[in-house]
């Protein structure tokens, strides 16, 4: 079984550094360039339109860069906040003084950039599976919640969920609206038998995820 062909971003100000990375990644998967964004509603829209799968960002955006107001780990940040841990990690020159530095971002996810120009080919390899390995499992997280939500809104519609399964539902609705568009649907305490259909445009999105797995396994 070959490997499924993901699209991946690449967001750094230093276009010979964008150039290493796509050399890096261009024969195994989609590789997106981002030089510039102007917010995190910009760069969410930038991943949504070109069906973006994971994002690489780099640590020293501001310090290289007077456009950007922000670090890469503000970004990362936000972005897993506003889409319920979208695949995404930092790339920096430092890994270490990244990791001693900035508490936004768990130590697994800063990545040291060396590893862009090994010539060990494991290396390259587990990097790579480790890159797919995370896009796999948020894409699988979120058919999850999905067909639970499905199930949900069946038993919902029959007026037959208690408190616990009520709350269950419009959290998982909440949870997903952000993954699909990184807004929640309505605040929790709006939430009511109308809004079945906003929701039942969520589902539809959702769905159009899930298709996009199923394609590539």
Sequence with gaps: MTNPKF????????????????????????????????SIDDLIERI???????IAIDYKLKEHSKKFKENGDF???QLMSRLQDFPSFVL???????KNESKLIKPRFIIDKRILHSDNVNEIKIFKDE?????????????????RLKELQALRKKGILDDGLENEFLAINNEISLSVTGYPTLPLKYFSQETNIKLDEIISKTDELIKKISKKK
Excluded: C, W
């Design 92 to 98: 920096t020159q430092d890994a270490k003084a990244a």
């Design 48 to 54: 949504k339109s070109e069906k973006i799968d994971a």
């Design 131 to 147: 890159v797919r390995q995370e896009i796999k499992g948020y894409k699988t997280s979120l058919a999850d919640k999905l067909k």
């Design 7 to 38: 699209t991946i971003a690449i967001m750094d100000e230093e276009a010979k550094e964008r150039d290493h990375f796509i050399n890096f990644f261009e024969s195994d998967f989609n590789v997106v360039e981002i030089p510039y964004i102007s």
């Design 75 to 77: 970004f990362f940040k």
